[in-house]
């Protein structure tokens, strides 16, 4: 292992910890601007997606109530985090690029072009959850139900089976 590799397997565990023990924005928006039901039935994981979103198209504010494990937990907590001030288009970018993270050590870099330098930090780290592959669901699901909630024409419950 890298010191890199290693460095962001300490950050990973440091910020599972962190947000899994004290979630950021963890509240119900009413109203809100969209809102989606994630739900993993071999764990238990279900959440609750919130999003307002401003008269410029940026998501004015996002939030998630719910349980399940400390990954589910910490993801939807950072998730949230890195919206705020983001336009749908950079979301659904943002995992897309997460979800490619979690698949590869390895994401093409003119995919990271155009990111926030933290965001890419933040997501490198929770992509650790790739060395755990019964795990990346868990890590995922907030990720999958923010992509139900920005699409208009979805249903609002999303799954992770």
Known sequence: ???????????????????????????VIDPADCEAVGHNPLCGDKLVLFLTVGQDGRIAQAAFQGSGCAISMASASMMTEMLTGKTAAQAKTLWAVFEDMCKSNAVEPDRLAGLDEDDVLRLQALAGV????????????????????????????VGTE
């Open 130 to 157: 790739r060395h755990y592959p019964v795990r990346v669901k868990c890590a995922t699901l907030a990720w999958r139900t923010l992509e139900s909630a920005l699409d208009p024409a979805a249903v609002k419950k």
């Open 1 to 27: 292992m890298t010191e890199m590799e290693s460095d962001l397997r300490e950050l990973y565990q440091d910020l599972i910890l962190d947000h899994g023990k004290h979630p950021r924005n963890f509240h």
